[in-house]
């Protein structure tokens, strides 16, 4: 299991939200690639970027931020928030993005995401958030009627490289991360899932180092990290213990 620690982006901050809802951004540092490079130092293995901003906007708008990251860093990163077209994907693997994920274009496109992962093999994620079960979009600021395992399987042959799967009503609220529901898509589709919104404390570790949870290619850590509820050296450790290797 990989531990990704989550780098979200607003006017240029690095921040955490409240169940998506931007009113209620707490800034925890003026500097992301600062915080990267502290990532980076803590010992994780990948890094996770999500551009608020321009996933509200349907475009880039934190890609100075961005850029600073990039330079700053070594992590393999993996970016999501207003990919809805090909030239703005493109944009950001060109510029050293490891892994792209695309959020409301998989549900209003579903091709671009089949077109993007033909291209760019093992390159492309695809982030399903869920509120009360239905996939949300345009930034969470809007809900469809899609479930999450229904836009999971769209993708099955697609060879997309994982899906990110958030359950908005958890997010930023450390209240634990919605283990049934992710299991529930991990065992619907054959791609790889990857748990995000809640993880509380390292109690929520432990829980994802447990046997029916090896299904899960990883989970996504933001709010915990920065409040100090989960240290890193701790929780890389647990990883590494259960693997028999090295720390993720």
């Not at 906007?57 to 992590?75: F, S, W, Y």
């Not at 046997?211 to 990883?218: E, F, I, K, M, Q």
Request: glycine residues 10%; charged residues 25%.
């Amino acid at each position: 299991m990989i531990l990704y620690p989550a780098i979200d982006l607003k006017e240029g901050r690095c921040v955490r939200l409240v169940q998506g809802d931007m009113a209620q951004a707490k800034v925890f540092n003026d500097d992301p690639a600062a915080q990267a490079e502290a990532f980076e130092m803590q010992g994780f293995s990948w890094l996770h970027v999500v551009d608020l901003d321009g996933a509200f906007a349907g475009a880039p708008r934190n890609a100075a931020a961005v850029d600073a990251i990039l330079a700053r860093i070594k992590l393999p990163v993996q970016l999501g928030g207003g990919v809805r077209e090909m030239r703005t994907l493109e944009g950001w693997l060109e510029k050293g993005v490891r892994r792209v994920i695309i959020g409301t274009a998989a549900v209003r496109d579903p091709a671009f995401v089949h077109e993007a992962a033909r291209r760019h093999p093992g390159r492309i994620a695809v982030g399903i958030d869920a509120k009360d079960g239905r996939v949300a979009v345009e930034g969470w600021a809007q809900t469809s009627s899609m479930t999450a395992e229904e836009l999971g399987r769209r993708f099955e042959d697609a060879g997309v490289a994982a899906i990110i799967y958030t359950d908005i009503a958890r997010d930023g609220i450390l209240k634990g991360l919605n283990i049934e529901m992710t299991l529930a898509l991990a065992s619907a589709v054959n791609i790889p899932v990857i748990a995000s919104g809640g993880l509380a404390s390292m109690a929520d570790v432990e829980r994802l180092l447990e046997p029916d949870c090896a299904v899960l290619a990883g989970a996504i850590t933001g709010r915990a990290l920065y409040d100090g509820r989960i240290d890193p050296k701790e929780a890389l450790a647990a990883i590494a213990r259960a693997k028999g290797g090295a720390a993720q």
